[in-house]
């Protein structure tokens, strides 16, 4: 039973490129977390999506990121123009449908993004 | 002031000590969770707590709602727990997680 699964692991990108980074959640798991941990601070919530609905999106910064997770295929976050402060590890994390996060919860391996 | 402060922030101990972290939240909570990041970054799930305490192996936590206070323990410490100890409370009513900043334990054999 394969885990929350994230590609890629390491991303380098020049300033001004895009950046993709996709999530596969745990298999029967419909919602998605996405949380970014910068360079010596803690995990902060970014944005949490269900099948085909973006549900809260209150801690995306409004300009140049973006998130989906289309009815097939992984969760997508990108982030458009990059800029050295985007430099962070991005967590996924997934839920089962009834669960929410009052359940378990099962963190990708997470995708570092380096912005040079 | 952070809404999840933990203590310490570095905690240092010999190989055997009993190890204890502690986690305070100022929301009104529907969980808590303890996770491990380890060198590399993967974070794995300790613990889901709403009362009362839990074993895992050496792994012990426990929760006081009332005094929005946490702690998980770690009895007979082994350098490979050697990781990054998160405390993440689920805001009442939310499904967003709210992170403290984690506490570095290193165990020295």
């Known amino acids: 039973n394969a885990g929350v699964m994230q590609n890629p692991r390491h991303l380098v990108r020049r300033r001004g490129q895009e950046a993709r980074l996709r999530c596969s959640p745990m298999?029967?798991?419909?919602?998605v977390y996405w949380y970014r941990q910068l360079p010596e601070e803690g995990l902060k919530f970014m944005v949490y999506?269900?099948?085909?609905?973006?549900?809260?999106e209150s801690g995306m910064p409004k300009e140049r990121f973006s998130a989906e997770f289309p009815k097939e295929g992984p969760s997508i976050l990108r982030i458009q123009q990059v800029v050295r402060g985007d430099s962070a590890a991005y967590f996924c994390?997934?839920?089962?449908?009834?669960?929410?996060?009052?359940?378990?919860?099962?963190f990708g391996e997470g995708s570092w993004l380096t912005v040079v | 002031k952070n809404e999840v402060e933990q203590s310490p922030q570095n905690l240092t101990a010999q190989e055997g000590e009993f190890i204890t972290i502690n986690c305070s939240y100022s929301?009104?909570?529907?969980?808590l969770h303890w996770l491990q990041q380890h060198p590399g970054g993967g974070i794995v799930s300790l613990f889901m707590?709403?009362?009362g305490k839990k074993k895992h192996g050496r792994l012990i936590a426990t929760i006081n709602i009332q005094e929005k206070h946490s702690s998980l323990h770690i009895t007979a410490s082994h350098p490979r727990d050697s990781a990054v100890y998160i405390c993440?409370?689920?805001?009442?009513?939310?499904?967003?997680?709210?992170f403290g900043t984690g506490t570095r334990l290193q165990v020295f054999p």
């Open positions: 994390a997934s839920s089962p449908l009834d669960g929410g996060l009052g359940n378990t919860i099962y």
């Open positions: 298999k029967g798991h419909s919602h």
């Open positions: 999506l269900q099948k085909e609905n973006i549900i809260d």
């Open positions: 929301v009104g909570i529907s969980a």
């Open positions: 707590l709403s009362s």
């Open positions: 993440a409370v689920l805001a009442y009513n939310t499904d967003k997680l709210i």
